[in-house]
Every structure is written in C-alpha cells, then in structure tokens.
C-alpha cells in the first residue's frame, strides 16, 4: 500500500474519532486492524514518512557464485549437444557438476545474454493437394494398418472418407504389396465396382478419377507393385506428408475407436477368432453404431443414401415435440 493511501485512512479515522466515533469502530469499518493504525502513526511520528522500505536481501536458496560460473561452463562445453536448458540442467547433474532446476539455467543464461542453440528448424513438408474430385461414397478411401500384437498380426483396413463406412478388412502376418493388392481387389468386388469381367470401372469422360486411395507413407503403399495395380485399377493414390499422422487423421480415429470400444481384440490370440471378431464388429460398426461425424447415424445410412431421411426426420420430430410440449404447457396452465 502506498504512503498516501495510509495516510488517507489515517485522517479518516482521525476525523471519524473527532465526530465521536471510537478508534476502533472506525477501522472495523475502513477493515483495518487495530494495533496496524496506532504502528503507522508511530512510525510517522519516528521517521517522518509511511514509504515501505525496499525488503533488501535475497532468497536464502539463491545459486552462489561457483555454480553460475558452472552453469555458463555447463552451456559452453554441452550447448550444441543438449540444445536446451532442460537437458543441460539434467547433464549437470548427471556429471555431477552442478544441481539446479531447468528455469536457473535458463534465468543464468538470458542474464549473461547467452544464446542456447534450440532444436533446429525443420520446416512441415507442404501437403499434396487432393485431386478434384465428386464429394460422394466411393470416391475418397483411406487405408492404413494396425497391430495386433498378442496375435502376432497385422490388420488392414479401409474406410470410405465420405460415409465413414468401413469398407473392409484384411488380416495378415505380413506387411507386403501381395496384401495390399489383396485389399483392394476384395473391396473393389465388395462394393461391386468390377463389371462382369472383373475389370476396373474405366476413366470418366472428364479425366477425373474414379477413386482416390489416401494413406501414409508406408513401404508397401509407396512400392512400386502397389503403384502398378492401383494404376491398373484406375485408382489414384494419395499419400500424407512424412511424419504427420493428423494428415491421415480419419483412419487413425477409425482405429483408435476400433481398439477402444472394442478392447478384447488387443487380447486376442488366436487368429482364427480374431478374424471372426473383425467381422462380427464390422456389422456392427457400419449398421449399429452411431457416427457423430456423419450427423448420428450409422456408416450403413449414409453410405446408401439413408442418412439425409433420418436427419430431416429427426429435425422434423424435434419441431413438432417442440410445438406439443408448448401446447401442453399452455393448457396445464390454463
């Protein structure tokens, strides 16, 4: 508190006491104690001014000197190996050499001015643009694989971007192109874009593609096999930047919802079941379970057309259950 707010307290308590208030009632009144008012006027009486002294001193846990000095050697012998002050704080300690928290190394640093080099800059690779393409079901699938480790497999699938239907699945020992090709040749019979041949649906008139498989980086996505028949398909693939897993974020939520719903598969042993798990939780995924992404309603509804009719339905149920309950009140009131 400044000098002259005290001293302002002081003349209204002077002058509350002159009007025939008690000393006491008064600073109850200004929430000032007591024993403080009659202190201050004390130490106007000795010093002649109510300015709070500089506390002076330091903390009793300031660094001494030595390790300072230690400090500024620690950054110029390991700066460019520990690029940080975090870990030059752990490799004083683990030389021995000096024991402080990460902040006083930094705090040491920035007082003599001294630069710690940082992590070095490595700038985001820029993102392919997608290619144009028609915003509807079977147009934009995304694939990936996830491990099932207890099983000692690998489980791939694929999930249509638009709908959020999962499209299908393959479980295998091994990550190779043979499966990958697999994949999507069971797929593309799924959902019956082979014609009687079993050959690829064939390039629009407009040059655009049939289909865009959107993925990783991984070895057997970017191989050079996988490329033939994915071509060969009429399929255009897609890959995200390396090392940015968000750019492929709908398949990793796919599956971090697959593991986390349905928990037993991580414990799974015997491939055999685990196999007819996937299966039994793929109907479930795509015909029971509710997508919040697609507007709550199951992968199935929106991947044939349903979805619309039950959101429209759903708006239209809101509104007249909205009108009844207005009606109702009103009468009860009444």
């Not at 985001?124 to 099983?151: F, G, K, S, Y």
């Not at 655009?208 to 399929?235: C, H, Q, Y």
Request: some cysteine; hydrophobic content about 40%.
């Amino acid at each position: 508190m400044s000098a002259g707010a005290k001293l302002e307290l002081l003349g209204l308590i002077e002058g509350a006491v002159k009007d025939g208030w008690s000393h006491t009632r008064a600073c109850a009144l200004l929430r000032l104690a007591d024993v403080r008012a009659h202190r201050w006027r004390q130490r106007l009486r000795v010093t002649g001014s109510l300015e709070d002294r500089d506390p002076g001193g330091g903390a009793v846990h300031g660094i001494l000197d030595w390790e300072e000095q230690a400090i500024l050697d620690l950054i110029a012998t390991w700066g460019e190996v520990d690029r940080s002050h975090r870990k030059l704080a752990h490799r004083g300690s683990r030389l021995g050499v000096v024991f402080v928290s990460p902040s006083t190394v930094l705090r040491v640093a920035l007082e003599h001015q001294v630069a710690l080099p940082g992590d070095p800059f490595r700038p985001r690779p820029v993102m392919p643009a997608l290619p144009q393409i028609p915003w509807e079901r079977n147009r934009i699938w995304m694939w990936d694989a996830t491990h099932l480790t207890r099983c000692k497999r690998v489980a791939y699938a694929i999930v249509d971007i638009v709908t959020r239907y999962w499209i299908g699945y393959l479980l295998s020992s091994e990550q190779t192109t043979t499966q990958a090709q697999l994949l999507f040749a069971r797929a593309l019979e799924d959902q019956d874009l082979l014609d009687a041949d079993g050959l690829p649906p064939s390039v629009e008139d407009d040059e655009l593609p049939v289909l865009i498989a959107w993925s990783d980086n991984g070895s057997e996505m970017t191989a050079l096999d996988t490329r033939k028949f994915m071509a060969l398909m009429a399929i255009t693939q897609h890959h995200g930047r390396p090392g940015t897993p968000t750019d492929q974020a709908h398949i990793e939520s796919f599956f971090s919802h697959l593991k986390g719903d349905w928990p037993h598969l991580t414990s799974i042993t015997d491939p055999a079941v685990l196999d007819a798990e996937l299966a039994r939780i793929r109907r479930d995924y795509n015909t029971v379970r509710l997508h919040a992404s697609i507007g709550y309603v199951t992968p199935d509804d929106e991947h044939h057309g349903r979805g619309p009719q039950i959101r429209r339905a759903r708006a239209a149920g809101m509104r007249r259950a909205r009108a009844r309950r207005i009606a109702d009140n009103r009468k009860a009131k009444t």
